[in-house]
């Protein structure tokens, strides 16, 4: 029930406000975590009578879920499956057979022992030499006989964890993600002199290179959720990390144009803009460092110098991308340039180091999916930035200029696949 009470305004006027009755008048907070305490009521009746043990009884038991996230080889001697339970029961690992023959395991990281609990994952040590380049075909058998199949192609010692190993990592960082943002960066004096049309040009040819990054990262996040354990829901976990880093910054977005109709000037720069360009960036050459430390991680390392030229090519377009939006107005401290390049170069480091760390299927997938949700909203925010400064997104240059951006990335990809 609702009561009306006036009360007085600070300049002397008086305002109705409805004030809403609690039912049996109770305070306002019981009303609000109420729900929730039944809630919890019902989940524990529910759990402890357990009122469909008689159906489950019928209709059997459910089915055994394991999933072989992948496989390290620490040495010729050694072979190491990283495996997760997905199911709702616990599994015994019963025996392991290598190229159809049974062989000695032992278990790591479940208790001391072969049973897994669910969500529980551990890692399944088989003492056995393999020939690098031999395909190996490796079957966990549970105690209930369910069998569960991996090949390892073209087995490839991994080099370990070492101070070298991240040194190598930084170096290889370097020359992939900083040295060419840095170049492309240098781009800057040039692009300041062009008239507004050609600059419109400029932001949209950035934004065909970031919508390739987006394509290339979201089709790479669907492809790896493949591996990702069941119980995780790879492909959910890729659309929610898409949607929530797409929402996380539109909210910045938000609170910013809020900051600018405050009055606030540094809110409505273009330097804003190039932050967020740069992040996006960031974020998806995050994932490409883990992409790199994950090869070192698994014995997959084949970064020649062809491999490394391909890289900067294809990263060398980033850098205009980075400093189009402050190409207008007064040039930005140098500070800002440098914070630029490290936030949009920097992260291949850190992502290399995690990636040969705690490489993870799962840590993968989310990351290149937050790339994609951040690099799409910040496509939008270039084409607002188009439209603010008078200029039409969609005209003739601009969708030229966008399809070059997606063609020049796509051809500079070809020398990293190659």
């Given at each position: 029930?609702?009561?009306?009470?006036?009360?007085?305004t600070?300049?002397?006027?008086?305002?109705?406000?409805?004030?809403?009755?609690?039912?049996?008048?109770?305070?306002?907070?019981?009303?609000?975590?109420?729900?929730?305490?039944?809630?919890?009521?019902?989940?524990?009746?529910?759990?402890?009578?357990?009122p469909?043990?008689?159906?489950?009884?019928?209709?059997?038991?459910?089915?055994?879920?394991?999933?072989?996230?992948?496989?390290?080889?620490?040495?010729?001697?050694?072979?190491?499956l990283?495996?997760?339970?997905?199911?709702?029961?616990?599994?015994?690992?019963?025996?392991?057979?290598v190229?159809e023959?049974y062989?000695?395991?032992?278990?790591e990281?479940?208790?001391?022992?072969?049973?897994?609990?669910?969500?529980?994952?551990?890692?399944?040590?088989?003492?056995?030499?393999?020939?690098?380049g031999?395909?190996?075909?490796?079957?966990?058998?549970l105690?209930?006989?369910?069998?569960?199949?991996?090949?390892?192609?073209?087995?490839?010692?991994?080099?370990?964890?070492?101070?070298?190993?991240?040194?190598?990592?930084?170096?290889?960082?370097?020359?992939?993600?900083?040295?060419?943002?840095?170049?492309?960066?240098?781009?800057?004096?040039?692009?300041k002199?062009?008239s507004?049309?050609?600059?419109?040009?400029?932001?949209?040819?950035?934004?065909?290179?970031?919508?390739?990054l987006?394509?290339?990262?979201?089709?790479?996040?669907?492809?790896?959720?493949?591996?990702?354990?069941?119980?995780?829901?790879?492909?959910?976990?890729?659309?929610?990390?898409?949607?929530?880093?797409?929402?996380?910054?539109?909210a910045?977005?938000?609170?910013?144009?809020?900051?600018?109709?405050?009055?606030?000037?540094?809110?409505s720069?273009?330097?804003?803009?190039?932050?967020?360009?740069?992040?996006?960036?960031?974020?998806?050459?995050l994932?490409?460092?883990?992409?790199?430390?994950?090869?070192?991680?698994?014995?997959?390392?084949?970064?020649?110098?062809?491999?490394?030229?391909?890289f900067?090519?294809?990263?060398?377009t980033?850098?205009?991308?980075?400093?189009?939006?402050v190409?207008?107005?007064?040039?930005?401290?140098?500070?800002?340039?440098?914070?630029?390049?490290?936030?949009?170069?920097?992260?291949?480091?850190?992502?290399?180091?995690?990636?040969?760390?705690?490489?993870?299927?799962t840590?993968?997938?989310?990351?290149?999916?937050?790339?994609?949700?951040a690099?799409?909203q910040?496509?939008?925010?270039?084409?607002?930035?188009?439209?603010?400064?008078?200029?039409?997104?969609?005209?003739?240059?601009?969708?030229?200029?966008?399809?070059?951006?997606?063609?020049?990335?796509y051809?500079?990809?070809l020398?990293?696949?190659?």
């Amino acid at each position: 029930m609702a009561d009306e009470t006036q009360k007085p305004t600070p300049d002397g006027g008086v305002s109705t406000e409805n004030e809403v009755t609690q039912p049996l008048g109770l305070p306002r907070w019981v009303s609000a975590i109420l729900p929730i305490v039944l809630l919890v009521l019902v989940l524990g009746v529910f759990a402890f009578t357990s009122p469909l043990a008689s159906i489950q009884s019928q209709s059997g038991e459910p089915l055994p879920d394991v999933t072989i996230t992948h496989t390290t080889l620490p040495s010729d001697e050694t072979v190491v499956l990283h495996v997760t339970n997905n199911g709702p029961d616990s599994v015994t690992i019963a025996q392991v057979l290598v190229d159809e023959a049974y062989w000695n395991f032992q278990v790591e990281g479940a208790g001391g022992d072969q049973t897994l609990a669910p969500m529980e994952s551990a890692q399944i040590v088989i003492p056995y030499h393999w020939n690098p380049g031999w395909d190996l075909n490796v079957a966990l058998v549970l105690s209930d006989g369910a069998t569960f199949e991996n090949t390892i192609v073209a087995p490839s010692q991994a080099p370990g964890f070492s101070l070298s190993l991240l040194w190598t990592l930084a170096v290889i960082g370097l020359f992939v993600g900083v040295i060419p943002v840095a170049l492309g960066m240098l781009w800057f004096p040039y692009i300041k002199t062009m008239s507004d049309r050609w600059l419109h040009a400029v932001l949209l040819f950035a934004a065909g290179v970031l919508g390739f990054l987006a394509f290339d990262a979201g089709f790479e996040a669907f492809e790896l959720a493949e591996r990702v354990p069941g119980a995780y829901e790879g492909n959910l976990l890729v659309v929610s990390g898409i949607f929530g880093a797409l929402l996380l910054v539109q909210a910045i977005s938000a609170w910013r144009e809020g900051r600018v109709a405050a009055g606030d000037s540094r809110a409505s720069s273009g330097l804003w803009i190039a932050y967020l360009v740069a992040v996006g960036i960031g974020l998806h050459n995050l994932a490409e460092g883990l992409a790199i430390g994950s090869s070192f991680a698994l014995g997959r390392v084949s970064l020649g110098a062809f491999l490394v030229i391909g890289f900067m090519l294809h990263n060398v377009t980033e850098g205009p991308a980075v400093v189009a939006p402050v190409a207008r107005g007064e040039r930005p401290a140098l500070g800002h340039f440098a914070a630029l390049g490290v936030i949009a170069g920097a992260p291949v480091i850190l992502g290399g180091w995690i990636g040969s760390l705690a490489y993870s299927p799962t840590i993968g997938a989310f990351f290149l999916a937050i790339g994609v949700g951040a690099i799409l909203q910040v496509n939008w925010e270039i084409a607002s930035m188009v439209r603010d400064a008078g200029g039409r997104v969609a005209s003739a240059t601009n969708l030229l200029a966008f399809l070059l951006g997606l063609g020049i990335m796509y051809v500079t990809d070809l020398f990293v696949a190659l």
